[in-house]
Structure formats: C-alpha cells, structure tokens
C-alpha cells in the first residue's frame, strides 16, 4: 500500500490534540526550567532574568559529583534488583491459574496506591533495632541480637525496590502472558533443563522489553527524594533530594532549575546509550 | 520388546478425561498418524509421549524400559509444534543448531550440522537468515530440520502441516515420508486431515473421544473400518441399517443382498460401503431403486446423490465409468456383497 504525502492543514489534524497536550505539558515546563537554570538568585526575593552560568558552575564540584555518581549507580541497582525479581516472578505468574494471577495483580496494585511516605516510614520501622524484623530473626536463632538496619544504603535500596517492584511487574506482564509457551517446551525437547531454556529462550526472545523496563525504573527511581531521606543517611541522599532541598528549602531555584537540567541530560545520556549498546548487539 | 509401548495411558483435566486407556505399540521405523476430531485428544497424547505431559496414570515404554518419569530434556526425541516454535531471536543456523550447543558442541560441529541438515530440507544458504524472515513452507522445514538435528529415537509432529496451504500441504506430505523413510526414525504425527494420514502413515491410530478407537495399516482402516465412528470418519461412507430377515437372508433398504452375512445372534447391524464401491445401473432386477437428487461433478470424478427409502446413498465413479445421469432421474442402487462392511450398530 502506498501512503500519500499530507496535502491540506486538515491532513495534520490528528495531531492537534497531542502536540498540543506536548507543548502544555513538557515544553512548556521544561523550557521555563531551563530558561530559569540561566536566571541570577535574588536572596530577598526569588530571582531576576538573567543569563549566567554560575549555577552550573556551582554545579561542577567534586560534591555534586558524587552527588550524581551516586544516584546514577543506586537508580541503576534499583532498576537491575527489579528486573531480576520481577522478571522470573512475573513469568512463574503467568504459569499459574487465571484466578491466582488476579489476585496477585490486584494486591500490587493496591501496593501502588501507598505514598512514598507511608512506603518509607514503614521500612523505617520495620529496620528498627525495637520493633523491625530483626527482632523475629532472633525469634527463630538466625539473629544473636536485634539490631538497627536503618539508615543505611541498603535500607535505601530495599525500600525503592519495594516501591518500584509493582511498576516492573505490570510493565513485564503483558509481554510475558503473550509470550508462545511452546517456545520453552521445544528448548525442552531439544535437550535444555527447564532453567536452561527460560535463560536461553524467554530471556532473549524479551530482550527489548527487559531493556524498556529496567530504563522505565530507572527513570522511575532516579525521582525519589523521599525515600533516601526518611532511610538513608545524608551520604545517601540523591540529586533529587539536593533539588528538592535547594527548591524548596533555600529558595534557591535557579541552582535547582540547572541541577534538574544536568539531570535529565544525564539519564537521557544514559537511556540512549543504553538503547544504543542494544541495537549494537541486535544488529550481531 | 522394542519399540515404543503405550500401556494404559490416561490423562485427565479435572474431571474431564482427555485420553482415556489408550494402549498401542509401534516398532522402531514406523511412521504412525494419530488421527481424528479436533478435541478428542491427539495432542495430549502426544505431549505425553513427549513427556510435556504426565499420565495420570499407565506407562510409555521404550525399548522395554519404562520412560514415564523421565523428564523431556532427557528422552531423546525431536518434537515439532503446531505453532512451529522456532526461536525468534536465532538465526535459521542457530535454531538448527540449538541442541548441539545445548550440548556443548564446538561451534565448527554447530556449523557443520546445520549445513548438513539444511541440504537435507533443501534449503543450502540459508543458515544466516533471521527465521522472520522465511515463508510458512521454509519455516517448517526449519522446524523440523532441528527436531532431527541430534538423530533422536523419537520423531513427533503435531498438525506439521496444517497452516500451509492446500497444494504445498500435499508436497510436503510426500516430502516428510520420504525423509522419515530415509531416515528410519519411528515418527507419530498428529492430524485431523485422513488424506495426510492415508498418504504418509504405516500404521493410522484413529481416535475419538479420547479413545484409540482403531490402529492399524490405512488400507486396512479405510477397508475394514473398525466401527461406524471410524467407517465415517475415514473418507466418505455410506451407512446403513441390515435387517435380517426369517429366511437368514440380510437385506438393506428392504432389498435382500445375495451372499452378505452378519454375524450369528444378531438380528439388526450397520453395513458400510464406500461410494466408489457403489453400481448405478438401471431400474429393476436386484437393484434398489431410487430417485438421483444431485449431481455433483468434479471433473476427475462424479458423485452422484440417490435418495432411496428416506436415505442418500452417494456413489462416485469416474465420467468413462458412468453414462450421464441427471437430477431427478429414476436409478437402480447395487451393493455388491464382497464389498461391504458389516459392523455392529
Ligand atoms: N491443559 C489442559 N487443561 C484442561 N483441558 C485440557 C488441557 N489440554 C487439553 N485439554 C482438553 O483436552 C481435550 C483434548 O485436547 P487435545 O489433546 O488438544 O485435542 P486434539 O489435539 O485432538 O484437538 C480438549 O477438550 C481440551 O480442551
Ligand atoms: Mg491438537
């Protein structure tokens, strides 16, 4: 079939309503921060238009860049732990009876409807060294005694896995549920154990969503400022909770406007170096 | 003994039973269809031999050596799925290839039998083409160039051929015997079509219901079928009611057919006779008369519709064979006794 080139303005029409929820919703905004990122802070006031680049001046030091290293690398390990339990949960999932699957999937949703906030304070009470699970490993003789898990980097990433392990589940199982069973049981048949076929087929025949999913948690983690703050120690703490804090606390937006810019280059960078290395290895 | 043995097989779902006692057992070198309805359990009997399956109880013995709880990596045998299943992410080299790596092949050893097979099923070349890449004939020759490419004990096949289309169905239904009898590989392909089972098997098992109704040769299920069930589901067939009458001589629709017997005891039976076994001739003597409803002419053969005492009997024969007849013409039915089946009704 041959598609003929739009002629008239009312060709384009479909693409009203979109481009513009685009232009209201992400240029808009995000051209205000940029433009904001360049503007002069005014201590009394808020700031003044301006073009500088002290903000991300202030920006390149050794703090900031760790800073950023770490919340590239804990976004990272948030995203690959999630991949790495949701994926072969969400596969023996869509093994089980329809009704099972149900349940399942409505109890993660009704995970997604807690708030960060009650996310992170439950953690928190549950890695105290009082009431936390400790206290139930020296129950049962694993544990001498309790102990405090939080704060901690670990306590930091249990808690963003918890959070963002609904989101990967829901994003792996439709292409799961699709995916021909046969596939595993003609591995079988060709001599591979059932683990052995499941890395050597369901694996790479869902690479592309493997990849979409560990960028879309990433992304996804790469924004949580509450948690590294209510679990971690201020050595935990990401960009997002410095942004937060210069934002909201300092007043200073313009700092906090060039830090979410640098931000988002930097996952961006990131994403597409990642969607690159794979069509590198697709094309093999 | 060798060979493969079924014994008891039965495999329920819940409470539904989708094999029922199903007892069967095949020499090394044969190539068996399993045929019948949709439904009545052909794949799950399959996939029991396969061992994708467990009997829920009764065992599959091969050479002598019950095989039931051995897990399907270790059996042996090269499976095609209806679906195909060829990995999508493979290269046709490497879906071939698959279970020589599995097994730790070099990968000089991979290349060398995935060329070897290739030649095989007549596409050399071909070995570094994405599998999306192939038309439906060409993926099921991939397919079953890696079911065969470590020489297992066991070939199955479900419904191989169905998503081909007519003409290429036939070719390569010729194909796959003549490689199976290359070969020697002891092959059970599952079909629903008697023509593909008549044209490939040794030995035709004929299932309804879960049940193997009938396994033997597929001349000798065509000409000495079983039951009615099988009577109509290989090939066409008219059915119809015997009566014996005070004499002992056995009549079909009130016409009394010299030399036919049924069995002692049995006053009723059902008799079946292929249409092409069917005479048309003119009215009176011993023939039953009835009246030609439709015509139906093919070219290579004709199949004509008499309707005589509230029955549609159809004869086929080919045009040099048969004067014209047409619609509504008066005709006279002959069933010659010899070739007619007697089977309980
Ligand atoms: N896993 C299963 N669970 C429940 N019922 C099944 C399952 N597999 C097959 N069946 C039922 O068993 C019957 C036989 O199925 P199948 O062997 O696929 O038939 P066929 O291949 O002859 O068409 C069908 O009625 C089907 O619904
Ligand atoms: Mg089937």
Redesign the interface.
């Given at each position: 079939m041959k598609r003929e080139a739009p002629k008239s303005l009312a060709d384009y029409s479909p693409l009203f309503f979109p481009g513009l929820m685009l232009i209201v919703f992400f240029v808009v905004p995000f051209s205000t921060m940029i433009a904001v990122s360049f503007f002069q802070r005014d201590p009394s006031g808020f700031y003044t238009p301006d073009f500088v680049f002290s903000n991300y001046a202030r920006f390149l030091s050794l703090f900031f860049g760790k800073v950023l290293g770490f919340s590239l690398v804990l976004a990272v390990m948030v995203a690959i732990c999630c991949v790495v339990i949701a994926f072969p949960f969400t596969y023996l999932l869509t093994k089980r009876p329809r009704k099972v699957q149900t349940i399942w999937l409505v109890c993660l949703l009704s995970v997604l409807s807690l708030s960060e906030v009650i996310i992170g304070f439950a953690w928190s009470t549950l890695f105290t060294r009082t009431a936390g699970i400790t206290n139930l490993f020296v129950a049962i003789g694993l544990m001498k005694e309790p102990v405090a898990l939080t704060p901690s980097f670990w306590a930091v990433l249990t808690g963003m896995v918890y959070q963002a392990l609904p989101y990967t589940i829901l994003v792996l199982y439709p292409a799961l549920v699709r995916l021909?069973p046969?596939?595993l049981?003609?591995?079988?048949?060709?001599?591979?154990?059932?683990v052995?076929?499941f890395m050597?087929?369901v694996v790479?025949?869902l690479?592309n969503t493997i990849v979409a999913t560990l960028i879309m948690v990433f992304v996804f983690a790469l924004g949580s400022y509450l948690l590294p703050q209510i679990l971690g120690r201020p050595s935990h703490w990401t960009l997002s909770v410095l942004i937060t804090d210069q934002a909201i606390y300092q007043s200073n937006m313009p700092f906090a406007a060039a830090m979410a810019v640098f931000l988002v280059l930097m996952s961006l960078a990131l994403v597409g170096l990642t969607l690159l290395v794979g069509r590198k290895e697709n094309a093999l | 003994m060798s060979g493969l043995v079924l014994k008891d097989i039965t495999k329920s779902f819940g409470n539904f039973t989708a094999v029922d006692t199903a007892n069967l057992s095949v020499p090394h070198g044969k190539f068996v269809c399993l045929l019948g309805p949709s439904g009545c359990g052909k794949t799950t009997l399959l996939r029991m031999i396969?061992g994708?399956e467990d009997p829920s109880s009764g065992a599959i013995l091969l050479d002598g050596t019950d095989i039931t709880p051995v897990?399907?990596?270790?059996?042996?045998?090269?499976?095609v799925?209806?679906?195909l299943?060829l990995?999508?992410?493979l290269t046709v080299g490497d879906n071939i290839a698959?279970?020589l790596r599995?097994?730790g092949a070099s990968r000089e050893e991979q290349k060398k039998r995935s060329d070897e097979l290739l030649k095989l099923i007549h596409l050399p070349g071909f070995a570094d083409r994405p599998v999306a890449k192939l038309s439906g004939g060409q993926r099921q020759r991939v397919a079953i160039a890696?079911?065969l490419?470590?020489s297992p004990k066991l070939f199955?096949l479900d419904e191989p051929l169905s998503a081909l289309d007519a003409k290429l169905r036939e070719a390569m239904q010729v194909e796959l015997r003549q490689l199976q009898q290359r070969l020697g590989i002891t092959t059970f392909v599952v079909t629903h079509d008697q023509r593909e089972a008549m044209t490939m098997a040794d030995l035709v098992v004929v299932m309804g219901n879960g049940k193997i109704l009938q396994a033997a040769p597929p001349i000798d299920i065509y000409r000495k079928p079983a039951d009615a069930f099988v009577a109509d589901f290989i090939g066409m067939t008219n059915l119809l009611d015997a009566e014996v009458d005070r004499a002992g001589r056995v009549s079909v629709l009130g016409q009394a057919i010299a030399g036919l017997t049924i069995p002692e005891g049995l006053t009723k039976a059902s008799v079946s006779i292929r249409p092409e076994d069917v005479h048309l001739g003119s009215v009176g003597g011993d023939a039953i008369s009835g009246t030609v409803t439709f015509v139906r002419d093919l070219g290579g053969t004709i199949e004509t519709f008499v309707e005589t005492g509230g029955k549609t009997i159809i004869a086929v024969a080919t045009p040099r064979e048969r004067p014209d007849v047409k619609a509504g013409q008066q005709v006279g039915v002959t069933l010659p006794a010899q070739s007619c089946v007697v089977l309980k009704s």
């Open positions: 021909d046969t596939l049981e003609a591995a079988r048949t060709l001599g591979a154990s059932p052995r076929a050597n087929v790479p025949a690479r | 396969a994708l897990p399907t990596h270790k059996r042996n045998l090269g499976m799925f209806q679906s299943a990995f999508p992410h698959y279970p599995i097994r890696r079911a490419a470590l199955l």
